[in-house]
C-alpha cells in the first residue's frame, strides 16, 4: 500500500522558534495533501489543503501566517510553524491523496508531535 | 454544512463478541462517501473501511462491515469476533465526492476486553 512519512515523530521547541514538518509520500505522487491537527482525545481538525504547485487553502480560523504550508512537490509537503507557542503544542498528521488513484484513496502520515516549552 | 456525529464517546466489548459502532451524518449532497477509521495508541490512522454512496449494498472487510441507512443518514460500524487488537478510537468520515476533505466524528473509543 501507500505509504506517508513524516519527519520529525516528536519535536520539542522553545517558544518563539519556529519549527518545520515534512510530509512525504514514498511510493506515489501525492496531487493534494491535508494537514490535520489533533488535540488529546479529540478528533482530527483540518488546518489546509495544498495541492502541487499552489498555494494552501486554509480552514476558517487557521493563521496563515503561523502555519506556513508548502507544496513544492509531488512527493513533498511542509508545515512550518512560526513562533511557535505552548497553546501550538498538539499532534500534526498530514495525508495524502494521490487522485489518479481513485478518488477516494487518502492515506495518512504517522503524525508529529509538538511541544513547545 | 456536512456534519458527522458519533454519539457514543466510549464503548465496551468482551472479547470474541460483536460490537457495534453508531455514526450519523448530515448532507444534502448525493455523491459522497463514508469511511470509518481506527486510530490506535500509535495514533497512526488506519482505514478500517470505506463506502459509496451510490452502492445499495453494504461494505464488508473480513470482521468489519456497516449497516449504511442512506435515507436516515446512518453508517454504523459491525466489529464481529472482537479482537484486543481491536481497541482504539474509531472515527467515522464523511467526504464529498467534489470537495474532497475529510470530516470526522468526534470518535468512540473501543475497549476489548479479554
Known amino acids: 500500500g501507500a505509504v506517508v512519512s513524516q519527519h520529525p515523530s516528536w519535536v520539542i521547541c522553545k517558544s518563539g522558534t519556529s519549527v518545520k514538518i515534512e510530509c512525504r509520500s514514498l511510493d506515489f505522487q501525492a496531487t493534494t495533501m491535508f494537514w490535520y491537527r489533533q488535540f488529546p482525545k479529540q478528533s482530527l481538525m483540518l488546518m489546509a489543503t495544498?495541492?502541487?504547485?499552489?498555494?494552501?487553502?486554509?480552514e476558517q480560523g487557521v493563521e496563515k501566517d503561523k502555519f506556513l504550508i508548502n507544496h513544492a512537490s509531488l512527493t513533498l509537503s511542509t508545515l512550518t510553524v512560526t513562533s511557535a507557542h505552548p497553546e501550538d503544542s498538539s499532534f500534526y498528521i498530514c495525508?495524502?491523496?494521490?487522485?489518479?488513484?481513485?478518488?477516494?484513496?487518502?492515506?495518512f502520515g504517522p503524525g508529529t508531535r509538538l511541544t513547545v516549552t | 454544512a456536512q456534519t458527522v456525529t458519533q454519539s457514543q464517546p466510549e464503548m465496551s466489548v468482551q472479547e470474541a463478541e460483536t460490537v457495534t459502532l453508531s455514526c450519523t451524518y448530515d448532507?444534502?449532497?448525493?455523491?459522497?462517501?463514508l469511511f470509518w477509521y481506527k486510530q490506535p495508541p500509535s495514533r497512526q490512522m488506519i482505514l478500517v473501511i470505506r463506502?459509496?454512496?451510490?452502492?445499495?449494498q453494504n461494505a464488508t472487510e473480513n470482521r468489519f462491515s456497516v449497516n449504511f441507512q442512506k435515507a436516515a443518514k446512518s453508517f454504523s460500524l459491525k466489529i464481529s469476533d472482537s479482537q484486543l487488537g481491536d481497541a482504539a478510537m474509531y472515527f467515522c468520515?464523511?467526504?464529498?465526492?467534489?470537495?474532497?476533505?475529510?470530516?470526522f466524528g468526534k470518535g468512540t473509543k473501543l475497549s476489548v476486553k479479554p
Open positions: 448532507t444534502s449532497e448525493s455523491d459522497y462517501y
Open positions: 495544498s495541492n502541487e504547485g499552489s498555494k494552501a487553502t486554509y
Open positions: 495525508s495524502a491523496r494521490d487522485r489518479r488513484a481513485g478518488p477516494y484513496e487518502q492515506y
Open positions: 463506502q459509496e454512496a451510490y452502492k445499495q
Open positions: 468520515a464523511y467526504r464529498s465526492g467534489s470537495q474532497g476533505n475529510l470530516i
